[in-house]
C-alpha cells in the first residue's frame, strides 16, 4: 500500500464525459429504484463515497433524508454540487457511533479501504437492529477474473486493496455484525465493460485506454495507428462481452457484485 494514495484519486477521478454521465445517471436511478421497493418509502440514509451523488438525490426524491460523504472536502463540494444533497468529507468515524440509520451504502467503496473489517464494524455500529448495508464491490471469483488475471479490470491496483468473493464477504459480514440477506451479480454500467477493457490491456493496449475516454482523461500514451487499432479491436470485444456478462449473471460469475445484509442484534462489539 503506497504512503500516500492521493495521486491515485486525481481531479477528475470519477467525473464523467457527458455521454457516460447519462447512460450511469440512467441506471443509477433504476437501482435505486429497485431498492426502494424492498426498502420502502422512507428512512435516513448515509452514502460513503458518494462519488457523482446521484443515488442519494434519487432516495431523497422518492421520500428519504439522506447525507453522503467523499474522501476530500474538494470531491464533496463536487458531489454536492452536482447532486444537492447534503455532504461532508471524511469517513464513518465522522458519524456519531450511535444506532440511528436505516440504509448505509458502500458502492464500490470497501475495495478500496485498507481495514474493510474495522470499515464494516463502524457500519455497523451506526445502523439501527435491523438497519440494511448495501455493498457493491467487484467478484474476485467471476468469470471475468479468471479469465483476464492479471489484466482483469476491476484489479485496480493500488485504489483496490482489497478483494473479495461471495464467500470472503459473507465471511467478513458475519465477523462484524452483519447476516448476508443477498447477493446479485447484475451489473450493466460495470460487466461488459470490464471484458472490453481487461480484452485491451490484455493485447498490449494503451492500459485503461477506455475508461480514460468514458472520464474524460487527456493524458495520452497511443499514438494515431495504435489508438485506430484500439478502437477496432474494441468492436468485436463490445460484441463478445454483452452475452458473457449476460450468461455470467445467472451463474453468479458476474464481474460485479451488489451485497444487501441486515445489522443483527442489539449491540455491536
Known amino acids: ?9 486525481p481531479p477528475r477521478y470519477r467525473r464523467f464525459n457527458p455521454f457516460a454521465a447519462f447512460v450511469l445517471h440512467y441506471l443509477y436511478l433504476r437501482r435505486v429504484g429497485g431498492w426502494v421497493a424492498r426498502l420502502g418509502p422512507s428512512g435516513l440514509a448515509l452514502e460513503i463515497g458518494s462519488g457523482t451523488g446521484w443515488m442519494l438525490r434519487a432516495l431523497r ?14 470531491a464533496a463540494a463536487a458531489s454536492r454540487a452536482a447532486a444537492g444533497v447534503p455532504m461532508f468529507a471524511g469517513d464513518l468515524e465522522a458519524v456519531r457511533p450511535a444506532p440511528v440509520l436505516d440504509l448505509i ?8 479501504l485498507a481495514d474493510p473489517l474495522a470499515a464494516l464494524r463502524a457500519a455497523a455500529a451506526r445502523l439501527r437492529p435491523g438497519g440494511t448495508l448495501v455493498l457493491g464491490l467487484p467478484n474476485n471469483a467471476s468469470w471475468q477474473a479468471r479469465v483476464a488475471g492479471s489484466y482483469w479490470m476491476h484489479l485496480d491496483v493500488p485504489r483496490h486493496l482489497c478483494h473479495f468473493s461471495p464467500d470472503t464477504i459473507e465471511r467478513a459480514l458475519s465477523l462484524t455484525g452483519f447476516r448476508l440477506i443477498r447477493i446479485t451479480f447484475r451489473s450493466f454500467e460495470h460487466d461488459p465493460l470490464g471484458w472490453i477493457q481487461s480484452g485491451l490491456d490484455a493485447l498490449g493496449f494503451e492500459q ?14 497511443s499514438g494515431p495507428l495504435a489508438t485506430l487499432g484500439a478502437y477496432l479491436v474494441a468492436l468485436p470485444l463490445g460484441v463478445i462481452s454483452v452475452p458473457l456478462a449476460l450468461a455470467s449473471w445467472p451463474a453468479r460469475a458476474g464481474a460485479v457484485m451488489e451485497v444487501w445484509a441486515v445489522r443483527e442484534g442489539p449491540n455491536v462489539d
Open 1 to 9: 500500500m503506497p504512503a500516500s494514495l492521493d495521486r491515485y484519486y
Open 208 to 221: 485503461g485506454f477506455v475508461l480514460k475516454r468514458l472520464v474524460g482523461m487527456h493524458e495520452r500514451r
Open 105 to 112: 451504502i458502500m458502492f464500490h467503496v470497501l475495495e478500496h
Open 61 to 74: 426524491e422518492r421520500g428519504w433524508r439522506v447525507v453522503g460523504s467523499e474522501r476530500s472536502a474538494e
